[in-house]
């Protein structure tokens, strides 16, 4: 009889350590990222008591803010972004008792947040241990790290960690430079790039699906899977984001980072352990083998597009160049799609194909994986009308499950066959909310656990990927191809696929 073996050193290894005592400090703590994501993620950690028992949280921007005023403006701001509602006053109470502000506009404004961080660590007991965030601008990243060592904000005990949000870097040289400048104060193990992708459940499930289980790696190879298709799709189109858009494009906020990473989950080897190094190995192996689109193959290869005005849900919207903020002539991308090749041996030939789009007609982020179809056709092709290939779709949002699609004889005399699928839906079998990406990704943080972040190694796989694409298209004399909103984009991405005998999948 088979027996399973546990080791008892790894069992419950990533889940038994709380964060120990600590200190985080925001910079970019009145802006819009902390009031809408990090500190809801804070509050549900200290609503579900994983927060370390002693900790504070310090707010940092230019603009001067008292203690009081800060808890006041995200009192308000966690009241309506929390994923928990109503907000439970009592936990808020004691929760803005560990929140403070200090401004930072100067030399000055850094000599005093390393003032109060010293006087909160002997009345708090934090030892000294410190998360940094840079939820500023990107462009301030390098001054304030900088800040932080001339400063010697870092503590003379404990541990420093810094969490570094996207984009990190807007091409591969500049990446680098921004980790140089980061190593100056930071040693890579403890910088930790975010990607919020990889905080998402479905998207930690991808592992435990493909390597938890034993059913699926035996098919998961090029043998079995005729192709892939990633798709993050949005139905909102720039909203206030115009001046970083203008400068950044599809391929810059989603193909870079989120996209590439879904891609590396799905096709990286079993790695030896759970851990940040393993994992991240295996997954930058897969960023190595991904085959650099050459400048003649990008048009069969890479399709960037455009949206102009049109309906979504109904709701007549505005194009892309009729935004405000954006140029009337511009020409960046709002929907790219490409075909991808990892080079290794389990993958040869199997393409990888990548969406993802703006003001499309449905949010959503899948994953499908679709089989060959059946070796010897046993039934008619009559009766085979209505069937697609298999394909096993990992849904990331919004409703995060996982569904098999199969053919199954329809109840009718004689044989006909219709495709159905087999669903499985994460909120209704464990009837509990997801966390939030970024309650486990502070957490992880905190606990120094990297695996679900970037390694810049992987940043810099992901840039050597997608500048040359980047820049044939800047180089190029023709604009995107437009696409009306409301559209799964231009007809020119359809063909893409289509020359390949294959199609998007209706998602
Ligand atoms: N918002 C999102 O949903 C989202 C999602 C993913 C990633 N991000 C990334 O998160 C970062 C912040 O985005 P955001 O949307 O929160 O921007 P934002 O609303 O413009 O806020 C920027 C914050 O940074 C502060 N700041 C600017 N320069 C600073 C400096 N030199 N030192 C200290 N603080 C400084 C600002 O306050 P003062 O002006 O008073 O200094 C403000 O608190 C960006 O890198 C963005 O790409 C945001």
Do not use: C
Not at 315 to 329: L, N, Q, T
């Amino acid at each position: 009889m088979a027996t399973t073996i546990v080791n008892p050193l790894r069992e419950g290894l990533r889940l038994a350590r709380t964060p120990e005592p600590s200190t985080i400090v925001i910079f970019g703590g009145s802006g819009d990222l902390t009031q809408r994501k990090l500190m809801p993620a804070l509050y549900n950690l200290a609503l579900q008591r994983l927060l370390p028992g002693s900790f504070s949280i310090v707010g940092s921007a230019r603009q001067p803010l008292t203690d009081d005023q800060y808890r006041a403006e995200l009192h308000d701001a966690v009241g309506e972004h929390s994923r928990t509602k109503p907000l439970n006053e009592e936990v808020w109470k004691t929760f803005a008792e560990h929140l403070f502000f200090v401004p930072t506009p100067d030399d000055h404004g850094y000599d005093a947040l390393r003032e109060r961080l010293d006087h909160l660590d002997v009345e708090l007991g934090t030892n000294a241990n410190r998360l940094f965030y840079l939820a500023t601008p990107p462009g301030s990243y390098a001054a304030i790290v900088k800040a932080i060592g001339v400063h010697g904000l870092r503590g003379r005990t404990g541990w420093a960690r810094i969490v570094v949000e996207k984009p990190f870097g807007r091409d591969r040289q500049s990446a680098r430079e921004l980790t140089e400048t980061i190593h100056q104060v930071f040693r890579e193990d403890e910088v930790f790039r975010i990607d919020h992708y990889l905080g998402k459940e479905t998207v930690q499930n991808i592992l435990v699906m493909r390597f938890a289980n034993g059913i699926f790696e035996p098919i998961w190879n090029r043998q079995y899977v005729d192709h892939v298709q990633i798709t993050a799709a949005e139905t909102i189109g720039v909203e206030e984001r115009a001046g970083y858009y203008e400068q950044a494009g599809a391929m810059r906020d989603i193909v870079q980072n989120h996209l590439l990473q879904l891609l590396a989950l799905v096709a990286m080897e079993p790695p030896a352990a759970f851990d940040d190094k393993a994992v991240r190995d295996e997954k930058v192996k897969v960023l190595r083998a991904l085959r650099a689109i050459r400048a003649e193959d990008l048009p069969d290869h890479a399709v960037r597009g455009q949206y102009t005005h049109g309906f979504i849900e109904g709701v007549a919207v505005p194009g892309y160049r009729e935004e405000p903020g954006i140029a009337k002539d511009s020409r960046t991308e709002t929907y790219v799609a490409l075909k991808g090749f990892v080079d290794n041996w389990r993958w040869e030939g199997t393409p990888f194909y990548m969406r993802t789009g703006k003001r499309l007609p449905k949010r959503t982020t899948e994953i499908a994986i679709q089989f060959r179809v059946a070796p010897h056709q046993l039934f008619s092709r009559e009766a085979s009308a209505g069937l697609d290939p298999n394909a096993l779709v990992l849904r990331i949002q919004p409703d995060e499950g996982v569904s098999l699609k199969f053919g199954a004889k329809v109840p009718v005399q004689g044989i006909r066959i219709r495709s159905v699928n087999m669903d499985f839906d994460y909120g209704a079998s464990f009837m509990v909310d997801a966390p939030d990406a970024y309650e486990t990704l502070i957490l992880d943080a905190l606990r120094g656990d990297a695996t679900l972040f970037t390694r810049r190694d992987e940043v810099d796989q992901q840039w050597a990927f997608v500048d040359p694409i980047i820049a044939a298209w800047a180089a190029s004399p023709e604009p995107p191809y437009f696409y009306e909103a409301g559209s799964w984009g231009p007809p020119e991405a359809d063909a893409l696929i289509e020359q390949d005998g294959r199609e998007w999948r209706k998602a």
